[in-house]
C-alpha cells in the first residue's frame, strides 16, 4: 500500500550510501594492494589466506554467494548470523577484488544487496514496524538497490530482479528503492 511505501525510500537511500562506500572501499583495496609492490601471486595468496581466514567462521563467503542469497530470500538467516554474513562477504569481496584476484563484483554486489535489505526489514520486524511486508520483499529490493547505486543503472536493476521474482506488487518499491539509491 502506499503507506508501505516509505520503507522503501529509506532502504533506498541506505543502499545508496552502501554502495558509493562498497565502490571507494574495492578502490582503496586495490591502491593498498598495489603500494606492496609485492609480485601479483604474493598479493592473491595474501587475499586467499584472508578470505579463508573469514570463511573459517562464515563459510557462506566461499562462492558466487547463490545458496546463501536465497536462504536469505526465504528468511532462513537469523539477523545476527545475516549481519555477520554481511560483514564477511563485504570483507571478502574488497580484498578479493583488490588484491587483483579473478573474479567479479557482480554476484558479490547481490548477495550484499540482499542481505542489506535482509536485515533492514528483519530490523523493523524486530521492532514490531512493517510486520505486515515480508522480509524477503526487502532483500530483493536492497539487491537491486544496491545493484542500482553501484552501476548507476536503476532501470537495468529493477527488471532484473523483477524478473527474478516475478511478483509485479514489488514494481512500486523496486523503483522508489533503485531510483534513490
Known amino acids: ?28 583495496t586495490k591502491r593498498q594492494f598495489g603500494a606492496t609492490q609485492w609480485p601479483v601471486y604474493v598479493q592473491m595468496a595474501v587475499a586467499g589466506l584472508l578470505v579463508g581466514l573469514i570463511a573459517i567462521e562464515f563459510p557462506g563467503v566461499w562462492g558466487n554467494g547463490y545458496v546463501v542469497t536465497n536462504r536469505i530470500l526465504h528468511n532462513e538467516v537469523p539477523l545476527l548470523m ?25 554476484t558479490p554486489t547481490l548477495f550484499l544487496g540482499a542481505g542489506l535489505g535482509g536485515m533492514f526489514g528483519a530490523g523493523l520486524h524486530s521492532i514490531d514496524v512493517a510486520t505486515e511486508l515480508p522480509t524477503s520483499g526487502f532483500a530483493l529490493v536492497g539487491m537491486a538497490s544496491v545493484l542500482a547505486a553501484t ?31
Open 82 to 106: 545475516l549481519a555477520g554474513l554481511f560483514v564477511a562477504k563485504l570483507l571478502a569481496t574488497v580484498v578479493t577484488v583488490g588484491s587483483g584476484t579473478v573474479g567479479g563484483v557482480f
Open 1 to 28: 500500500s502506499l503507506t508501505q511505501l516509505p520503507w522503501f525510500v529509506f532502504l533506498g537511500l541506505g543502499c545508496g550510501i552502501f554502495g558509493a562506500l562498497f565502490l571507494k572501499m574495492l578502490r582503496y
Open 151 to 181: 552501476t548507476r543503472s536503476p532501470f537495468l536493476a529493477m527488471i532484473m530482479v523483477f524478473e527474478i521474482s516475478l511478483d509485479y506488487s514489488l514494481m512500486p518499491p523496486l523503483m522508489l528503492g533503485c531510483v534513490m539509491a
